[in-house]
């Protein structure tokens, strides 16, 4: 299982599948960008062995030089990793939307980050369909 249901707090037991979903994206993005990264991370609690999770994969990427980082974006963009910013960029009622929810969520929840981001999780999903 991927993805969280509906922005809920939702823990599944860890599974094999969290790795070789990595190992899947890792693959795409060496083919994409390979000459340009130094390293590929499996980050998140997904990435600890026998530890329940929220099921939602995330990866960390250096890449070898800063100046590469803008043709590293472009590339990665074409796999779909980038298509939430450049909406907000080019959509300025779905960026004002996105904007007063960030600011009525981090006064909900000050004190607790993880809360702040589950909660935006439905709208994000809501764009990128």
């Known amino acids: ?10 823990l599944v037991p860890w599974t094999q599948q969290w790795e ?5 994206e890792k693959q795409e993005i060496e083919n994409k960008i390979g000459q340009s990264v130094f390293a590929i991370h499996h980050i998140g609690s997904t ?6 999770a929220k099921p939602i994969i995330d990866i960390a990427i250096e890449i070898k030089d800063k100046g590469t980082a803008n043709a590293c974006i472009q590339s990665l963009d074409e796999l779909g990793y980038a298509a939430f910013r450049d909406h907000l960029r080019n959509n300025e ?5 996105y904007e007063k929810l ?4 981090a006064s909900m929840h000050s004190n607790d980050r993880i809360a702040y981001a ?7 999903k809501g764009i990128l369909q």
């Not at 070789?20 to 899947?24: G, I, K």
């Not at 009622?93 to 939307?97: A, H, I, Q, T, Y």
């Not at 909660?119 to 994000?124: G, M, S």
């Open 47 to 52: 990435a600890v062995k026998d530890l329940s």
């Open 20 to 24: 070789e979903e990595f190992n899947s």
């Open 93 to 97: 009622v779905d960026r004002k939307r």
């Open 118 to 124: 589950d909660a935006k999780t439905e709208f994000v």
């Open 102 to 105: 960030k600011i009525m969520l």
């Open 1 to 10: 299982m991927l993805g969280v249901p509906g922005g809920k707090v939702l």
